[in-house]
């Protein structure tokens, strides 16, 4: 494994001093960004993309939080642990729960955003799947897109850097140092006490995803060179209901959970209801999958929900463009990395001054299948236990220093942009036939085998960063899918199809793709 892929010399690199810097502004980076400035951190956030594009926007169905009477975080607390299989961190799971009340009750109170009300003018709440309780609240269908336009009259604009990618991050006595960005052909690197990784999950290095990004997750494969330890990877969440144009399979817009709470149901092409529409998404997305294979089409009936066009506009206007009218044609698609960066209830990884927040990170919650809805509440509890922990790191870190770090390539050729697009779709498609919902250990080495090739064809070029980034990735979901040989949650084997009791551990990955079984 490389340690560093990019050709660079930093002392020839325009350099900054910050006391953190976050990569992404999704709702984790930009929760942690708000309540650093609330601290006087000195911080510079970098993102590769517009600030108006995030998963966080995409977000539909909105945050499950115990706010009805008739509900507890207790009730919340166990419904998260059924649908984690047996794998979520419980103590992180009751700081989730618990502490949610407070950060939801913050974007009302401080921030105030303006959730769906009822005639009381209290939150309405509506009801997803695996959940006992009507707890999600909501705006709409743009509950994300509008909790991030609300945050942002908040934010600083002048902390933020657009179009930046980054390359590297450089650490000492496991200690870091400071990261190389690069916009077109321009790099700079950041020197810093802090970094905070917030750039979302790998769901792109699938075919059919339901994505705000185009690529993603070789961040991912940047902190594993880097020996940041990877955790649970093979564990990627399949949304069931994402919109299905036959012969433009790769379009995969959401249709949100929410419409099954409001009464969708799901029928194949024989009109049959097939499976319990509120099961967990595992469930319902493998029952989805199964009529595929049978050679039925299935569709989302939403003839009997009141008021569509107003509970779910954003939706409406879709199928109003696409000419669809009651019945939606749905098929699974990846929607949310479960696997990611291992770290505690404090956002701290294995690497001194490194923290990871949101869908890049491993907290422990989600377990093997994340319940719906608990996202975005993860990324306010944990972004505020984040931004806490950074203050007192900084607190007791050395200002950062300008050091020289080096790494020459002698590679002249480089990959034309056709060639590049083609072989980021040769993954997708890989990983998509024979890595996705339902696998066997044939698949899974036959698709290793295809990354193996892809490396080695593409060794001696120079531009190829990220996509080795991406392979390497690629590489850790598949081992640590077959090293887990049975079938739980997200993650399902035909050749295995039970739960086995001495799976009941975290895979963990580590530099020089070691696979460990480990219980945290």
């Not at 960004?33 to 995409?58: M, P, Q, W």
Request: with cysteine; glycine share 6%.
């Amino acid at each position: 494994m490389e340690r560093y892929i990019t050709e660079f010399d930093t002392s020839k690199i325009k350099n900054i001093k910050v006391d953190t810097v976050i990569v992404g502004i999704g709702l984790a980076g930009l929760r942690v960004a708000l309540e650093l400035d609330k601290l006087n951190v000195n911080y510079l956030v970098i993102s590769k993309n517009d600030i108006k594009i995030s998963n966080s926007i995409l977000a539909q169905g909105g945050i499950a939080v115990a706010f009805s009477p008739d509900d507890t975080p207790q009730e919340h607390f166990e419904d998260t642990i059924r649908s984690g299989k047996g794998l979520c961190i419980e103590e992180n799971v009751k700081i989730l729960v618990d502490e949610g009340i407070q950060r939801v009750g913050e974007l009302l109170e401080v921030f105030k955003v303006d959730f769906d009300k009822d005639k009381k003018n209290r939150p309405l709440l509506t009801r997803e799947g695996a959940h006992t309780k009507p707890r999600i609240i909501h705006y709409k269908d743009e509950t994300g897109k509008k909790i991030i336009e609300d945050l942002f009259r908040y934010f600083n604009k002048k902390r933020i850097l657009v179009g930046y990618q980054l390359e590297e991050i450089f650490i000492e006595d496991n200690k870091f140092i400071g990261a190389l960005f690069k916009r077109n052909n321009e790099y700079i690197v950041i020197y810093a006490k802090s970094l905070v990784l917030a750039t979302g999950g790998y769901s792109p290095v699938y075919l059919r995803n339901t994505s705000a990004y185009k690529n993603n997750g070789d961040v991912l494969g940047i902190a594993l060179r880097s020996g940041l330890i990877l955790k649970d990877l093979e564990f990627v969440q399949f949304h069931p209901t994402a919109l299905y144009i036959e012969g433009n399979e790769e379009e995969a817009q959401l249709i949100s959970e929410a419409v099954r709470g409001e009464g969708g149901i799901l029928i194949n092409s024989d009109g049959e209801r097939f499976i319990d529409e509120l099961k967990t998404r595992d469930e319902v997305a493998r029952a989805i999958f199964l009529q595929y294979q049978k050679g039925k089409k299935v569709f989302l009936d939403i003839s009997q929900i009141k008021n569509f066009e107003k509970r779910f506009s954003t939706i409406a206007k879709l199928l109003k463009e696409k000419d669809i009218k009651d019945k939606i044609p749905v098929s699974p698609a990846t929607h949310y990395s479960i696997g990611g960066i291992e770290t505690n209830s404090y956002g701290e990884t294995n690497v001194k001054g490194i923290f990871a927040i949101g869908e890049v990170a491993c907290t422990g919650i989600n377990g093997a299948n994340r319940l719906a809805s608990n996202s975005l509440l993860e990324c306010l509890v944990f972004g505020y236990r984040v931004a806490f922990s950074i203050y007192k790191y900084n607190l007791f870190t050395e200002e950062p220093k300008v050091i020289k770090f080096v790494n020459r390539t002698n590679k002249k050729d480089y990959l034309t942009e056709e060639k590049f697009e083609e072989y980021l779709v040769k993954i997708k498609k890989i990983m998509w036939d024979k890595v996705s919902l339902i696998r066997d250990e044939n698949g899974l080495k036959n698709a290793l085998n295809d990354l193996v090739n892809i490396e080695k064809e593409i060794f001696k070029y120079h531009n190829t960063r990220y996509i080795k980034d991406i392979v390497l990735l690629c590489k850790g979901i598949i081992l640590s899918a077959l090293n887990r040989k049975e079938s739980r949650g997200a993650h399902y084997r035909k050749d295995y199809p039970v739960e086995r009791d001495k799976y009941k551990k975290h895979t963990k990955i580590y530099k020089n793709l070691e696979i460990k079984l480990e219980v945290s």
